[in-house]
């Protein structure tokens, strides 16, 4: 799972699916008042596929393509997002990106990053976020 953006500089989803996934859904993160506690999860927008998409997929956040499930909350500036694929039998997790409106506008056309940290500023975090050329991600291994 990755995110990357279109030639106009629109987010799009990235997946290299080994089996099979039905949704995607997009979830806004907000630190806990509490620092030793974990971030509140709220889903923002889930979208839906039929059939179950496999192989290389490229999904535009917009949602072309695929059926918004219920509401699409609006995506706020000072807010991490986490983008995670699913399946309606379990099948294994394709990963997850997180970023923010600030990180995406960083992204290239043709640059697709994965995991943690697509941030406008992301300071000295060591999180294991990585941005590689589509080509690559493309050509690389499924999940």
């Not at 600030?102 to 992204?107: C, D, N, V």
């Amino acid at each position: 799972m990755g995110l990357t953006v279109d030639a106009a500089g629109r987010p799009v989803a990235v997946m290299q699916i080994c089996e099979h996934v039905d949704g995607v859904t997009i979830y806004s993160e907000t630190p806990s008042v509490d620092p030793d506690q974990s971030p509140i999860v709220t889903p923002v927008a889930t979208w839906v596929v039929s059939p179950s998409a496999s192989g290389f997929v490229q999904f535009p956040l917009s949602g072309s393509g695929w059926r918004l499930q219920g509401e699409r909350k609006p995506l706020r500036a000072d807010t991490e997002y986490s983008l995670h694929a699913w399946s309606n039998t379990g099948s294994p997790r394709t990963g997850y990106a997180t970023f923010t409106l600030a990180g995406l506008k960083k992204l290239q056309f043709g640059q697709v990053h994965v995991g943690r940290g697509l941030e406008a500023d992301p300071g000295d975090r060591a999180d294991g976020g990585l941005t590689i050329p589509l080509a690559e991600f493309r050509t690389g291994p499924c999940t």
